[in-house]
């Protein structure tokens, strides 16, 4: 079964990663980019009856920092 | 106008960073995942009329590496 796991920084938190490819998209000749926010994707494959909860506890314990980061779940 | 693109891996290259998480989800007493793939989503905000071909580009000269990875944009 596949669970997709989004992590974004949450909105406030400087996001230099982004900020550095916006700048990249400026130089390569992309005027109309205003801001540019990058994140983590993982693409879990867990065994049939994974339940939703223990996703949110892999979620809280290692895949983000939750002080910083905020995250989706997709069943 | 907010387009998201979603960045991974493709099918068959070696992913350390994924193969790293699943090993300490496994450390963590998380038995039930088989497998994981980390990638990247990047947020973009462009001006509106930006035409998805402008996005193509931006994934074909900067986003991703096409030798190794394959994308996805959603408008």
């Known amino acids: 079964m596949k669970v997709k796991v989004t992590v974004?920084?949450?909105t406030g938190v400087l996001d230099?990663?982004?900020?550095a490819v916006r700048h990249a998209l400026?130089?390569?000749g992309f005027?109309?980019?205003?801001g540019v926010r990058q994140g983590k994707l993982i693409?879990?494959?867990v065994v049939e009856g994974t339940a939703e909860?223990?996703?949110?506890?892999m979620c809280e314990?290692?895949?983000a920092n939750t002080v910083i980061e905020s995250?989706?779940?997709e069943m």
Chains 1, 2 share one sequence.
């Open 26 to 28: 400026g130089a390569l």
């Open 61 to 63: 314990k290692l895949l």
């Open 16 to 19: 230099p990663q982004g900020e």
């Open 31 to 34: 005027d109309g980019v205003e």
């Open 71 to 73: 995250y989706s779940i």
């Open 8 to 10: 974004m920084l949450k």
């Open 53 to 57: 909860a223990d996703v949110t506890a």
């Open 43 to 45: 693409e879990l494959d």
